[in-house]
Each structure stands twice: as C-alpha cells, then as structure tokens.
C-alpha cells in the first residue's frame, strides 16, 4: 500500500484566502492535494474527480489533474440556492470532503436625512420619504450576506424614475443645491467596508410621487418617495 493521502482546500477564488462560504459575488476554487507515503510526496498527473451537493464544479466533467505539487484545482460556483453544501474530491477509492455554505444576499435601500448623515453616526440617521428641492438627501443601499456579513467592494446601481441622483463622491450638495447640475437619472456607488453604497437624491423641477431603484447584480430593491 502507497499510504496515499488526499486533501481538500477551499479557497475565495477572488482573494484566495481560505473560507467556507461562496456567494454569487464570491465564487469558490476548490484544491485537492495529493500525495503518498509519510513524506507526502506530491502525485503528479493523476486525475481527481470533484463533486459538490450544491452549486456547481467548473470544468463541468468534474475533473482535474494533478500538477508537479499534487494540486489539481477547479472551481466551485453557487447555485440560485443559498444553504449548507457538501464538496467531496476523489482518486481511485480515496476521498475527502468538504463543507460550506451558499450564501444569499439581501440589498436594502434607505433614504437618509442628510443633516442627520453627516454626523457620521449611525444610530442617529434618520430616514425620510420625501425629498425637497432645498436639500438633497442621501440613497443609501446596504449588501450584506444572509448572515449580516458586509459584502464590500461591490458595484450598486441607482436609478430614479423623477429628480436625479448624483455621486456622493466629487459632488457637494452645495453644488446640488445650487441647481447648476444637470439631472441625471443613473448613478453607480461601490460598497464600503460595512456594505453601504450612497448617492445624493436630488428633487426634479416637477414636483410629485416616485421611486428609487438600488440594483445588484440580479438583486434589486425599490423605495418611493415623494418630493
């Protein structure tokens, strides 16, 4: 017997740091490393067959082959289900497997009053539902996993159906305010470190009732407001 030994890594495919939770914004690289006797001497080309419970493996057949280190490598992608998965890696009768978590993602969209924003302290905000030409408010949306994880770094995309929205970075709301800007109705925000992405609101010439639409990916959330 060669004591042959098989092992299993999950990595973010992103980041590559190790982690047991994929996401639609996260996708896993799965690692089988292979190597027998007490020196754990790599096997090289040897073909590893990959398989998951939830999710799905890239290259669709499943399989791999090892490299000079032992390491074959495929990817793990999520499903449109979220919830707890099982990955499992073989070579002839030996097999390990690995357990993790599709993670759901919840976007929530927030109209913030903007004197209350600028204290920087979030238990103070408060939020509003109309918006006035005299000051613009800020469109706040959140992106976090299922479990309340913050997903940072990510683009959202704003859109208002009546007045405009403006970036909250290189726009100050005195320039809002002084009615120079043209209106545009789109504009992007990438999360912070706590998943909040903002954009100014601003009120149109035309007074009356509306929505603002955060969108992420295939997720999007609605807020009406009136101005």
Do not use: C
Not at 32 to 51: C, H, N, R, S
Not at 111 to 135: C, G, H, P, Q, V
Request: hydrophobic share 40%; no cysteine.
């Amino acid at each position: 017997d060669m004591d042959i030994s098989i092992e299993l890594e999950l990595l973010n495919k992103a980041n590559e740091t190790e982690t047991d939770k994929i996401g639609t914004d996260a996708p896993g690289r799965l690692t089988a490393i292979l190597t027998y006797g007490d020196e754990k001497i790599p096997m090289a080309d040897q073909i590893v067959t990959f398989g998951t419970t939830l999710g799905s493996i890239h290259p669709k057949d499943g399989t791999a082959l090892t490299d000079a280190d032992g390491r074959a490598t495929v990817d793990l992608l999520p499903g449109a289900e979220p919830g707890p998965g099982v990955a499992s890696a073989a070579f002839d009768e030996y097999s390990v497997n690995r357990e993790f978590t599709v993670q759901d993602i919840s976007l929530s969209l927030w109209l913030i009053k903007k004197e209350t924003w600028d204290t920087d302290e979030t238990a103070t905000w408060e939020t509003t539902n109309t918006i006035s030409a005299a000051s613009p408010e800020y469109l706040m949306a959140t992106l976090e996993y299922a479990d309340g994880e913050p997903i940072a770094d990510q683009v959202v995309h704003f859109s208002t159906a009546l007045g405009g929205v403006f970036p909250v970075v290189g726009t100050s709301p005195e320039d809002i305010e002084s009615g120079d800007l043209e209106l545009v109705t789109e504009a992007t925000a990438l999360t912070d470190s706590d998943g909040r992405a903002a954009v100014f609101l601003v009120a149109g010439p035309a007074p009356g009732a509306s929505e603002a639409v955060a969108a992420y990916g295939e997720y999007s959330e609605r807020l009406g407001f009136t101005t």
